[in-house]
């Protein structure tokens, strides 16, 4: 055991994280001294992100655990941070136009979407109970803010109160689970607990343990039946925090998710794998079923991603080193295809159209082709056709759990793919031949111009060229877990 | 004499959650909601300690700390949400919560 307190090197390590802070702070303070600087708050929370990444990038290979066994710097946290990074930026990329035509200030909105990304990255590098939940909470917190922030919109309230009472709820379920399991193992860090775990036999207890963890974890990728909120959620918040949501908050549970079952609870593979496997059925299912009525774009998008939460989850299930590099592989090329896909909705609102209705899809290529293409390619590889990246990232997610034994769950899951293309088409229908519907010009802004071509350029580089994100996946993953003393993942 | 061992805690923690889920799922008052989730959280805080106590490791009573903590925050972002949502539509039932179902 290390001497107690920090050693000069564990703060060299933080460095992303801790620029990360000292960048949200400065924005508080320049937006006190300088108020009403909206361009100013834009072009430092995006400095900020810049060189968080860069810094955090000269981590690459890295695999050491700091804080006196609180924090692990790993290729799987680096990978997972990436996302966030990427994902913050975009969101702050799209919020930019987004807050002038709702003409909102932006105010404190770009330090706490910082807070929130800071949150994300202890989720992904905490290997550790406590460590784990306050990362949880940091994001949360942020969110709940971030859901409600168009304070007079009655549906921005809506979703700030469910998304804050079910959220806390959710809470309230893990931390009483992470209770049992710190009373059956003695300790909170998640390679104490494999071993403890691992030397003990299985209990009643226990399992209700591991399931109030399951139920907490589902709660936050919103996995069926534990979904209720984010439908909601999507549809109240502001359309850029719906994005961020979607993507960068569901990529920050997973990374949560795996470390703690496949690290923690690695004795128990067999017990959370069938709970895991009925999520991700009922969580495909239910989420494509109930995508197909709906009218509302971002409503849709909700129960989309839903489903796309259930496709993540056979991975998980899997529960192999392939299953977590195809999690992975998911997570990284939904961010593109899912935060493209919202752009391309945040530019529809114009000063006097919503613009989040199917209807207001209609006539999009007539109006504005690139938007319009861009949006079919989203739809394309969310929907999983080749040669999109959505295309690649289901390969690998059906061949993980294929390998495994898990045919029946691919079965499942093609299904699913093939259901959710009817709803991703309409879409697709109403850009191409529908007729025009009223409303002003759509103007492409620098801002989500660049947005939408990170969306455009990611979903096609990794749909042709995927080796080298499966080589960065596969990376990620097989540092992850060395940490653990399980043998899970070889 | 009865004794109080680690174990009448951890069922007292048990009580309260049950309590404190009942609570959230019957309760339609947004305030009384919320009550019901601090309840969880305490349920949360007793087990740890009580635990804690039991194993004779520290790391549970740190956690309460933190819990506290995060329930204090959650409490002072939660309310200013409610009251928002309360300046809206002067109601705090959830049923009243309506403009967007499928």
Not at chain 1, 238 to 254: D, H, I, N
Not at chain 1, 318 to 341: D, K, P, S
Not at chain 1, 436 to 445: A, L, P, R
Request: some cysteine; proline content about 3%.
């Amino acid at each position: 055991m290390a001497a107690l307190g920090f050693s000069p090197s564990d703060f060299y390590y933080l460095l992303p994280e801790l620029i990360l802070t000292a960048g949200a702070l400065l924005l508080l303070l320049v937006n006190v001294i300088v108020p009403r600087r909206d361009d100013l708050l834009f072009g430092l929370s995006m400095g900020t992100l810049a060189v968080s990444t860069l810094v955090l990038l000269s981590f690459a290979g890295v695999d050491i655990v700091i804080s006196r066994g609180l924090l692990a710097i790993d290729g799987f946290a680096l990978f997972f941070k990436l996302i966030f990074l990427v994902s913050a930026g975009l969101t702050i990329m799209m919020s930019a136009p987004y807050l002038r035509v709702e003409g909102v200030r932006a105010g404190e909105y770009y330090f706490l979407i910082l807070c929130a990304t800071l949150g994300m990255m202890f989720m992904a590098s905490g290997i550790d109970l406590i460590t784990l939940f306050i990362g949880l909470e940091t994001m949360a917190i942020a969110f709940y803010i971030l859901a409600g922030y168009l304070k007079p919109s009655h549906r921005s309230n809506e979703a700030a109160v469910k998304y804050f009472l079910l959220g806390a709820f959710s809470l309230g379920i893990l931390l009483y689970g992470m209770s049992i399991v710190y009373g059956m193992t003695g300790s909170t860090r998640l390679d104490e607990i494999a071993v403890a775990l691992a030397a003990q036999d299985r209990s009643l207890v226990l399992s209700l343990g591991m399931i109030l963890l399951a139920a907490g974890m589902g709660f936050k990728i919103a996995a069926v039946p534990f979904h209720m909120w984010a439908p909601d959620v999507y549809e109240g918040a502001p359309t850029p925090v719906t994005a961020f949501l979607s993507v960068g908050s569901k990529a920050a549970s997973f990374a949560m998710l795996l470390r703690i079952f496949i690290e923690g609870l690695a004795a128990l593979t067999p017990d959370w794998q069938v709970v895991f496997a009925f999520l991700a059925v009922v969580t495909m299912t239910v989420g494509n079923i109930a995508a197909i009525t709906q009218s509302n774009m971002k409503r849709m998008l909700a129960y989309s991603s839903i489903a796309h939460a259930g496709y993540v989850l056979i991975g998980v299930v899997a529960a192999t080193e392939r299953g977590v590099v195809a999690a992975l592989v998911y997570l990284w090329v939904y961010l593109f295809m899912q935060l493209g896909a919202f752009t391309v909705i945040t530019m529809l609102r114009r000063r006097d159209v919503v613009g989040d209705e199917l209807k207001d899809m209609s006539g999009l290529f007539a109006r504005s082709p690139i938007a319009a293409v861009a949006m079919l390619l989203f739809m394309l590889s969310l929907g999983g056709i080749p040669p999109t990246a959505g295309f690649m990232g289901k390969v690998w997610i059906f061949g993980a759990a294929i390998d495994q034994g898990f045919i029946w769950l691919a079965v499942v899951g093609v299904v699913n793919s093939a259901i959710s293309l009817y709803y991703y088409l309409r879409v697709v229908v109403f850009m191409f031949f529908r007729e025009e519907t009223t409303g002003s010009e759509i103007t492409i802004g620098p801002a989500l111009a660049t947005a939408l071509a990170v969306g455009v350029v990611g979903t096609i580089l990794f749909g042709i060229y995927p080796q080298w994100l499966f080589d960065q996946a596969q990376n990620a993953a097989a540092l992850f877990g060395s940490t653990a003393s399980s043998a899970m993942l070889r | 004499m009865l004794e109080i061992t680690p174990l009448h805690y951890t069922a007292l923690s048990a009580a309260l959650f049950i309590i404190g889920v009942i609570g959230v799922l019957v309760r339609r008052n947004i305030i009384i909601i919320f009550m019901s989730i601090e309840l969880i959280l305490n349920a949360v805080n007793i087990n740890l300690v009580a635990l804690s106590s039991q194993l004779q490791n520290l790391v549970g009573q740190v956690f309460v700390v933190f819990v506290i903590a995060v329930a204090a925050a959650e409490a002072a972002v939660g309310l200013g949400i409610i009251i928002a949502f309360y300046r809206n539509k002067e109601t705090v039932n959830i049923d009243e919560m309506s403009l967007m179902r499928w």
